[in-house]
């Protein structure tokens, strides 16, 4: 069974950074794209970042140039470092993955998914 913990959330100020990891574990991890979502109080569940097997990187708009993703196949962890935080970046950040290579930036592209961790950002 595929299992994924992330770590690394927090409360920072406005123009910090964060830097979260998801180890994941119950299958061959670089086989597979791994993804970020996050979910703020009230709204949907949005991606973030996501990379596939093979290393292609997509990020949503509002995050580019701030947020970097990287996978260690070697430790099975993905890894989102987040720089320039801004209050609006507050949410519950989830990494996910599910049966494909290549990344989706859709919720029901990952069936797999952590418990995921609370980013704070303060004003």
């Known amino acids: 069974q595929v299992q994924l913990v992330e770590s690394g959330g927090g409360l920072v100020q406005a123009g910090g950074s964060l830097r979260l990891s998801c180890t994941a574990s119950?299958?061959?991890?670089?086989?597979?794209?791994m993804a970020w979502f996050r979910q703020a109080p009230g709204k949907e569940r949005e991606f973030v970042a996501g990379?596939?097997?093979?290393?292609?990187?997509y990020y949503t708009d509002s995050v580019k140039g701030r947020f970097t993703i990287s996978r260690d196949n070697a430790k099975n962890t993905v890894y989102l470092q987040m720089n320039s935080l801004k209050r609006e970046d507050t949410a519950v950040y989830y990494c996910?993955?599910?049966?494909?290579?290549?990344?989706?930036?859709?919720?029901?592209?990952?069936?797999?998914w952590g418990q995921g961790t609370q980013v704070t950002v303060s004003s």
């Open positions: 990379i596939s097997w093979g290393g292609s990187i």
């Open positions: 119950g299958r061959t991890f670089s086989n597979y794209a």
């Open positions: 996910a993955t599910g049966d494909y290579g290549h990344v989706l930036k859709i919720t029901n592209g990952y069936i797999y």
